[in-house]
């Protein structure tokens, strides 16, 4: 069974069609590895393994009705049909616990499905899972995750990355070929980096973010990890579009995503030298600068650019994400949501309620971002940073303007070690150095491995393009695999 884990989402989706395993066999496989592994990755929160088959089997009977009736015309088929997929746990799904990694929500039941995931079951997509995150998608190595830390697939003792570590971690051991994460600061392209596959970031209001439980309002974006490019561009044509749920989810048509084509030729690649700083990993940039010099091989032309305001990113996201997040995260007061601690009188069940199923990241960001918007400091740290959160944006204008896509790392390092960083929280804070700028800039961004240090670990690239060029983006993603192997290798486990 494990033989059907390790084919592509294309194998699977070809195999299906023709007849060759049905899609309960294909989840059996996926929820046995799951069950297998589990014990030593904790990628997953919630298994749900009836939901699954219940899924799956109609999925089968739509495969029979088809062979039944006119089987030349495949068109028709749901694009996703029968295939198993995993599910971040910030996402609503209807009737099944949706926690965030937190025990504040430890027994939330959602009555209603995210947009993103419901077009994926409309799609025909089969839910084996929701997936651990860090508490609130707050953090970069799932290790603040109320229900314990997820494990890096390549080296048990390293963190996957966060805070879709868990989504990451287990298309990287094959207990499903796709998930969905989301990224506010990073949390798509960091895992996918640390992980060895290939993550997507889209345009801020791309993808809709009704039913994702909100961190950063004008940050969060709703993204998919695969293990491929072309894979990832499946399911992103599958969830992308307007929502009229969501208010800040963009009218824009969705351009089609063409793979094919003449390659790289004629792709306009900038190289920011702000990306590429002292103390990064030396086998991180040799990789990186590997990658742009086969993407200029394959008919890339490469230049310079600047992001001169680069360095603000990270002080800038770490006063307007707090911020926003103290106002998200205002109504888990015990009364509205969250947990509720007994007592006669109003203001004692406040007092003992207010905070006490949050952990200590969540607090930590929630007083920055309170302290952020007080009386008084507004003006001077979350009025100033957003004043310099435009500078940002207009760098990334300015640099479009002379190339299609910018080229960097995702990460300075490849994955560390699980407590590394726990008594440092600026260090912490110091792993999403390079990917903070796309998500304050709101463009879209992907992530995908390009070579691996000594230790054995993936260290992946980022591409960032202008807003609404996903397509531009995949397309050169896809290329750069089509001529690599990287993301074609899996960890042992």
Sequence with gaps: MDDLTSLSLFEMLSGLRRGDFTSRELTLACLQRTERLEGRLHALITFTPELALETADAADRRYAEWRRDDPSAAWNLPALLGVPILVKDVFCLKDVRCTCGSRMLENFIPPYTATAVQRLLDAGAVVTGKTNTDEFAMGSSTENSAYGPTHNPWNLERVPGGSSGGSAAAVAARLAP?????????????????????????????????????????????????????????????????????????????????????????????????????????????????????????????????????????????????????????????????????????????????????????????????????????????????????????????????????????????????????????AMYLEDVFTLPANLAGVPGVAFPVGFDAAGLPVGMQLMGAHFKEDMLLRAAHAYQQATGWHLRSPEL
């Excluded at 970031?201 to 009704?210: I, L």
């Excluded at 944006?393 to 995702?410: L, N, T």
Aim: aromatic letters at 10%; hydrophobic letters at 40%.
């Design 178 to 426: 796709a998930a969905t994460g989301s990224d506010t600061g990073g949390s798509i392209r960091q895992p996918a980096s640390f992980c060895g596959v290939t993550g997507l970031k889209p345009t801020y209001g791309r993808v809709s973010r009704y039913g994702l439980v909100a961190y950063g309002s004008s940050l969060d974006s709703v993204g998919v990890f695969a293990r491929s490019a072309a894979e990832a561009a499946l399911l992103y044509r599958q969830m992308a579009g307007h929502d009229p749920l969501d208010s800040t989810c963009a009218r824009r048509p969705v351009d089609e995503v063409r793979l094919e084509g003449d390659g790289l030729k004629g792709l306009r690649i900038g190289v920011p030298e702000e990306y590429f700083i002292a103390g990064i990993q030396p086998e991180v940039e040799a990789a990186v600068r590997a990658a742009i010099g086969q993407m200029e091989a394959l008919g890339a032309g490469v230049q310079p650019v600047s992001l001169p305001h680069t360095g603000y990113a990270l002080p800038v996201y770490y006063l307007i994400a707090p911020a926003e997040a103290s106002a998200n995260l205002a109504r888990y007061d015990g009364v509205r949501f969250g947990l509720r601690e007994p007592a006669e009188a109003m203001w004692d069940i406040f007092f003992k309620s207010r905070g006490k199923g949050f952990g200590a990241e969540v607090k930590r960001r929630i007083m920055l971002g309170t302290y952020a918007l007080s009386a008084g400091y507004y003006d001077a740290y979350y009025g100033q940073a957003q004043k310099v959160r435009t500078l940002i944006k207009q760098d990334f204008e300015r640099a479009f303007e002379s190339v299609d896509v910018i080229a960097c790392p995702v990460a300075p390092t490849t994955a560390f070690k699980l407590g590394e960083h726990g008594d440092d929280p600026l």
